[in-house]
């Protein structure tokens, strides 16, 4: 969590003039009903592209940034649209996700680049992204949605979304929008096996990274990948690539189908793995940041996303969010008056306090229900806010429930808010990043044996099979490089 200045900020949509405009889909050659020409589609990319990067920042390694943009750049010449303005970049998230937006911005995290164990495997699920965009999926998706009158768009990662709450959103319009999502995931299955075969990889290995993800997801203690969000179970989608795979490369029935396994490897040898301990850290219930020294408390139970612009966290089932993020403002007055302004706030008390030493303001307020809804104790957003001072900065905490909820939730709100403290503890002060780290297997054996002699514990020894896309009985032989975890 390296906290930006905090500004609220919605991610797209704009409403788009509403006006029947029918074009050629580039990948299907059928004409379609769209709002969105590609110079709005460019104008999209622009506009999110800076918001992506400061939600999650890019991961400072040039020769993976360098690798990403050279085969994005080769596969986007032979694609459908090879005039759009692409740009690729590795993010600093150990989450195993890649996504894409309209325009030709595409992004991999670092935890799914640590996940590849070929260059085969990352060419397929990059031309998969690629095809998102030349299927102009992202258009698609949101001229379905403006004649549905849904406010959603499939894809994009919205943190505004996430200070509602999780039973908001009706579970019918969530089944449509996971179908539709599913047609276009499967769409882009298909150009992932074309694009990454046509660049010389075998996309048979794409298929066997679908494997990594459903064992990913199958392993209790690890999270669920986010790539597996909106897409088809990921059993079914092996079989089906690898037959596309199959009928794929008979169009080139002379060529040689790269996988460049040893090479993928020795280039993401020293990568981040999991958590970055300098963006903070959750353990033991308690929430450290080592670079900005402070900490507090996460409530038990809570589920929680670390982000360089904010800190969240809510109960399992979705009735309230708390987060944690910088305040505009260089004093506690300006940054009460600027929060009040950018969410709209009605304040119904505030005052002036100490947390642990610092400056402090309380405040509860509330938001007003959708214009037209009639404001009950279901649909009224109360916000309970507490402003620190501390370290040169204001942090601002958002605790936030319905009504009918609030009191339930603000004597959690307040134990997190007034758990804010100075971190001291010099084992969380210099904690370091877990890395990759690449190894050389010393004799034929199986992948249990090698990882032992690499000292994996054994509680790890599942979690360190599935980095290495292999079971731990599989055969290893003298010589093979292979994934380890360490400082």
Same mark, same amino acid.
């Given at each position: ?8 900020? $919605? ?7 509403? *006006? ?44 993976? !940034? #360098? ?13 459908? &649209? ?5 740009? *690729? ?12 937006? /309209? ?32 299927? &102009? ?52 299955? &298909? ?61 080139? %029935? ?8 040893? !090479? ?10 999991? #958590?970055? %301990? ?11 940041? %080592? ?5 507090? /408390? ?9 982000? /360089?612009? !904010? ?5 399992? #089932? ?33 005052? &002036? ?39 040169? !900065? ?15 939730? *603000? ?32 004799? $034929? ?43």
């Amino acid at each position: 969590m390296r906290i930006n200045t905090f500004s609220k900020w $919605t991610l797209l949509l704009l409403i788009l003039p509403l *006006f029947n405009n029918c074009s050629k889909n580039p990948v299907t050659g059928r004409n379609e009903l769209s709002f969105m020409s590609e110079s709005q589609e460019i104008a999209m990319g622009k506009e999110y592209n800076p918001t992506v990067l400061a939600t999650f920042g890019v991961y400072e390694d040039q020769k993976l !940034q #360098d690798f990403i943009t050279r085969k994005g750049m080769e596969m986007a010449k032979i694609s459908h &649209r090879p005039n759009l303005p692409y740009q *690729f970049k590795v993010v600093d998230s150990p989450v195993v996700n890649a996504f894409a937006v /309209p325009g030709g911005y595409v992004y991999f995290t670092r935890g799914i680049m640590a996940h590849f164990n070929n260059e085969a495997e990352f060419a397929g699920v990059l031309g998969h992204e690629i095809g998102h965009v030349t299927a &102009r999926h992202g258009a698609r998706q949101q001229t379905s949605q403006i004649l549905g009158q849904l406010g959603l768009i499939a894809g994009l990662i919205v943190s505004e979304d996430l200070r509602k709450y999780a039973d908001v959103a009706s579970q019918s319009l969530g089944l449509l929008f996971l179908k539709f999502s599913r047609e276009h995931e499967e769409e882009s299955d &298909r150009l992932g096996v074309k694009y990454s075969t046509k660049i010389g990889y075998d996309a048979h290995q794409m298929a066997e990274f679908f494997n990594t993800l459903k064992r990913m997801g199958e392993s209790s203690g690890q999270s669920v990948p986010t790539f597996l969000s909106t897409h088809p179970d990921p059993g079914d989608r092996r079989a089906r690539v690898h037959s596309m795979a199959t009928v794929e490369q008979r169009t080139f %029935p002379a060529s040689t189908f790269n996988v460049n396994r040893d !090479q993928y490897l020795r280039m993401i040898d020293g990568i981040v793995y999991g #958590d970055d %301990p300098k963006q903070g850290f959750v353990e033991k219930g308690f929430f450290y940041h %080592p670079v900005l020294k402070f900490q507090f /408390p996460v409530p038990t139970g809570w589920q929680y996303e670390n982000s /360089p612009i !904010q800190f969240q966290m809510a109960p399992k #089932d979705g009735k309230a969010l708390m987060l944690l993020t910088l305040a505009e403002g260089k004093t506690l007055d300006e940054a009460v008056s600027k929060t009040t302004q950018a969410y709209q706030l009605k304040v119904l008390e505030s005052r &002036r306090t100490t947390i642990n030493g610092n400056p402090a303001v309380e405040m509860v307020s509330e938001q007003a229900a959708q214009q037209g809804q009639a404001q009950t104790a279901q649909n009224t957003v109360r916000i309970a806010t507490f402003l620190i001072q501390y370290g040169g !900065q204001i942090y601002a905490f958002h605790g936030m429930t319905y009504l009918a909820t609030f009191n339930q939730y *603000f004597n959690e709100f307040s134990k997190v808010a007034g758990g804010f403290k100075t971190l001291n503890d010099p084992e969380k002060l210099n904690r370091k990043p877990e890395r990759v780290i690449i190894k050389t297997v010393n004799k $034929t054996t199986t992948l249990k044996e090698a990882l032992q002699e690499y000292n994996t514990p054994a509680a790890r020894m599942e979690e360190l099979a599935i980095l290495n896309g292999m079971t731990l009985t599989a055969q290893v032989s003298k010589g093979m490089l292979i994934k380890t975890v360490g400082k």
